[in-house]
């Protein structure tokens, strides 16, 4: 019985109890959950539904939770009732009920987990958006992993994402970029503002391959011809290093376009409209004060040229224009500044900054190498890179690492510990549980031991102790999901795997045996044990998919 199904229950037996005791049916909840209690000597799941409803129909939470208990008491599955506290109804299932959820699990196979919570939702999720100036830094290789196992996850629970990467390929960092590599073609120093590392080499090299005509412009002309083609070699670097760690993007949006089809006027008049906007000192500014910024935004300056706020605001536009309910934006530690102006701009536009706008902050990450910070990359030059990073632990350990923390959560990478094939090292700790239930899968084959048809499946025999835990933290997989997705963590699933499902297959491997011994005949009891760990591997290989890492057969 999983989760939902007992929550069912629980709502049918009280429907039955309002119905007997004449009580306003009105008051009951179309829903209800039940949670695992703190302790597990409480029983193997809580209900406050009492507690709820006893104001509602004027009973006591006592007098209603003992109602409630009697009735449930009688549902098929439910060993006991005990009501705690003020009305908590503490609930224990026999073992056939728990045991079904073995079934239920390797049955649903890819499908379990995933829930209709978020359908209806339209959300745009933006991501990395590194400057193409330079190949993606740590900083933001974490939202690579954060923003897709993200994705992945709203995609779980129903939500319609579209997930984009907003390539600034217009502005002043873009000029300094040609001039860079303008300086490295003619062997001289990188501009003072400009940028350096091996790379900027690189490029200029295969810009001068590609249009060896380049050599005989003048440097105006030249500058340019760097700078549309080094900036195209640029954003092919990001988007094939991206793809390598298993990040693909639905939309590559250049900010470029925003100027060349007029969408930043298009932002402007609608703001105008909105009656936010006024001319001061020859400037166009947009009022976010009224909205709680700290001070009011210049969209476009006294020359004519427009802010990178004014591409902001133009680009929030054009997403919501193309039907996205909640545009969510990942930004870098050192961006906590826009939040304020990006919820101010939004509420410009007409737009409510809380439902329709989230801003999620990261930040800063470190790899260590023999207890020191790695400052230094051998080809950027100045910072940690995407490149450094995989070349170091590889890509699943790079995945996990950086989702499952709290994204509001420094991170220091020991590259040691994410590359050592111990239980320490939490990326194979998960793992090692993937490859161990397929070995146990093969090793059964080859006696005889298969887990038959589900109608033969005996899941009242899975009453021990250890059995029963394994059971209950894979049916807490579909809640974890739902919430990692409602509050934008991920790092619950990685936590959950870790603590939940593979610390608990641990202890039920080693307490309760799948294979026979010998020529110990199969029995009933083995059959039913391997269900169980084809539903381990199930919900261990589900939620490492979730993260955007493997789950190994074999290590």
Same mark, same amino acid.
């Given at each position: 019985?999983?989760?939902?199904?007992?929550?069912?229950?629980?709502?049918?037996?009280?429907?039955?109890?309002?119905?007997?005791?004449?009580?306003?049916?009105?008051?009951?909840?179309?829903?209800?959950?039940?949670?695992?209690?703190?302790?597990?000597?409480?029983?193997?799941?809580?209900?406050?539904?009492?507690?709820?409803?006893?104001?509602?129909?004027?009973?006591?939470?006592?007098?209603?939770?003992?109602?409630?208990?009697?009735?449930?008491?009688?549902?098929?599955?439910?060993?006991?009732?005990?009501?705690?506290?003020?009305?908590?109804?503490?609930?224990?299932?026999?073992?056939?009920?728990?045991?079904?959820?073995?079934?239920?699990?390797?049955?649903?196979?890819?499908?379990?987990?995933?829930?209709?919570?978020?359908?209806?939702?339209?959300?745009?999720?933006?991501?990395?958006?590194?400057?193409?100036?330079?190949?993606?830094?740590?900083?933001?290789?974490?939202?690579?992993?954060?923003?897709?196992?993200?994705?992945?996850?709203?995609?779980?629970?129903?939500?319609?994402?579209?997930?984009?990467?907003?390539?600034? @390929?217009? %502005?002043?960092?873009? #000029? $300094?970029?040609? *001039?860079?590599?303008?300086?490295?073609?003619?062997?001289? +120093? /990188?501009?003072?503002?400009?940028?350096?590392?091996?790379?900027?080499?690189?490029?200029?090299?295969?810009?001068?391959?590609?249009?060896?005509?380049?050599?005989?412009?003048?440097?105006?002309?030249?500058?340019?011809?760097?700078?549309?083609?080094?900036?195209?070699?640029?954003?092919?670097?990001?988007?094939?290093?991206?793809?390598?760690?298993?990040?693909?993007?639905?939309?590559?949006?250049?900010?470029?376009?925003?100027?060349?089809?007029?969408?930043?006027?298009?932002?402007?008049?609608?703001?105008?409209?909105?009656?936010?906007?006024?001319?001061?000192?020859?400037?166009?500014?947009?009022?976010?004060? @009224?909205? %709680?910024?700290?001070? #009011? $935004?210049?969209? *476009?300056?006294?020359?004519?040229?427009?802010?990178?706020? +004014? /591409?902001?605001?133009?680009?929030?536009?054009?997403?919501?224009?193309?039907?996205?309910?909640?545009?969510?934006?990942?930004?870098?530690?050192?961006?906590?500044?826009?939040?304020?102006?990006?919820?101010?701009?939004?509420?410009?536009?007409?737009?409510?900054?809380?439902?329709?706008?989230?801003?999620?902050?990261?930040?800063?990450?470190?790899?260590?190498?023999?207890?020191?910070?790695?400052?230094?990359?051998?080809?950027?030059?100045?910072?940690?890179?995407?490149?450094?990073?995989?070349?170091?632990?590889?890509?699943?350990?790079?995945?996990?690492?950086?989702?499952?923390?709290?994204?509001?959560?420094?991170?220091?990478?020991?590259?040691?510990?994410?590359?050592?094939?111990?239980?320490?090292?939490?990326?194979?700790?998960?793992?090692?549980?993937?490859?161990?239930?397929?070995?146990?899968?093969?090793?059964?084959?080859?006696?005889?031991?298969?887990?038959?048809?589900?109608?033969?499946?005996?899941?009242?025999?899975?009453?021990?102790?250890?059995?029963?835990?394994?059971?209950?933290?894979?049916?807490?997989?579909?809640?974890?999901?739902?919430?990692?997705?409602?509050?934008?963590?991920?790092?619950?699933?990685?936590?959950?795997?870790?603590?939940?499902?593979?610390?608990?297959?641990?202890?039920?491997?080693?307490?309760?045996?799948?294979?026979?011994?010998?020529?110990?005949?199969?029995?009933?009891?083995?059959?039913?044990?391997?269900?169980?760990?084809?539903?381990?591997?199930?919900?261990?290989?589900?939620?490492?998919?979730?993260?955007?890492?493997?789950?190994?057969?074999?290590?």
């Amino acid at each position: 019985m999983t989760p939902a199904e007992l929550a069912s229950v629980v709502l049918a037996a009280a429907h039955a109890v309002f119905v007997e005791r004449g009580l306003d049916r009105a008051a009951l909840p179309e829903h209800t959950v039940v949670e695992r209690p703190r302790n597990p000597e409480h029983g193997d799941y809580a209900s406050t539904l009492a507690l709820q409803l006893s104001k509602k129909v004027g009973v006591p939470p006592r007098e209603l939770a003992a109602a409630l208990a009697e009735e449930l008491g009688r549902s098929a599955g439910v060993k006991s009732v005990e009501i705690a506290g003020p009305g908590f109804l503490n609930i224990r299932l026999d073992a056939a009920a728990a045991g079904q959820l073995a079934r239920v699990i390797v049955e649903a196979g890819a499908e379990y987990g995933r829930s209709d919570r978020l359908a209806g939702e339209r959300i745009n999720l933006e991501f990395v958006s590194a400057n193409p100036t330079g190949p993606v830094h740590i900083g933001g290789v974490r939202w690579a992993a954060v923003g897709d196992a993200l994705s992945r996850l709203l995609r779980a629970t129903g939500a319609d994402v579209g997930t984009e990467y907003y390539f600034n @390929d217009a %502005g002043s960092q873009i #000029d $300094r970029f040609a *001039r860079s590599l303008l300086a490295a073609a003619k062997g001289a +120093a /990188a501009p003072e503002d400009g940028y350096g590392g091996a790379y900027i080499a690189e490029i200029a090299t295969e810009v001068q391959a590609r249009r060896p005509e380049v050599r005989a412009l003048d440097d105006d002309a030249a500058q340019e011809v760097f700078r549309v083609e080094g900036v195209a070699l640029m954003f092919d670097e990001i988007r094939s290093s991206l793809r390598d760690f298993g990040v693909e993007f639905d939309t590559y949006f250049n900010e470029k376009d925003l100027h060349d089809r007029g969408e930043l006027d298009l932002a402007l008049n609608r703001l105008r409209e909105q009656g936010h906007l006024y001319e001061s000192e020859g400037a166009t500014w947009l009022r976010t004060t @009224d909205f %709680g910024d700290d001070k #009011d $935004r210049v969209l *476009r300056k006294s020359n004519g040229e427009w802010t990178y706020f +004014a /591409a902001d605001c133009a680009y929030y536009l054009d997403k919501r224009e193309r039907g996205f309910e909640r545009v969510v934006i990942m930004l870098g530690a050192d961006h906590h500044g826009y939040i304020g102006r990006m919820k101010a701009m939004a509420a410009c536009f007409g737009d409510d900054p809380e439902r329709n706008l989230e801003i999620l902050i990261g930040q800063l990450v470190n790899l260590l190498r023999d207890g020191a910070p790695m400052r230094m990359s051998k080809r950027a030059g100045t910072v940690i890179t995407l490149e450094d990073l995989v070349e170091a632990i590889g890509v699943d350990a790079s995945r996990y690492a950086l989702a499952r923390y709290s994204s509001d959560s420094p991170i220091d990478i020991d590259i040691e510990l994410w590359t050592r094939a111990t239980r320490d090292n939490p990326v194979y700790y998960v793992q090692y549980v993937a490859a161990r239930t397929a070995g146990v899968a093969r090793n059964a084959a080859e006696v005889g031991l298969v887990p038959g048809d589900a109608d033969a499946f005996r899941p009242e025999l899975l009453d021990h102790e250890k059995e029963n835990e394994l059971l209950k933290a894979l049916a807490e997989f579909p809640a974890v999901v739902a919430t990692a997705a409602e509050l934008r963590e991920p790092h619950r699933v990685a936590r959950y795997l870790e603590e939940g499902v593979a610390a608990s297959y641990h202890r039920f491997y080693d307490n309760c045996r799948v294979l026979p011994l010998g020529d110990e005949e199969v029995t009933d009891l083995h059959r039913a044990r391997l269900w169980l760990n084809n539903a381990t591997r199930t919900v261990i290989a589900n939620g490492l998919r979730l993260l955007g890492v493997s789950a190994p057969e074999r290590m």
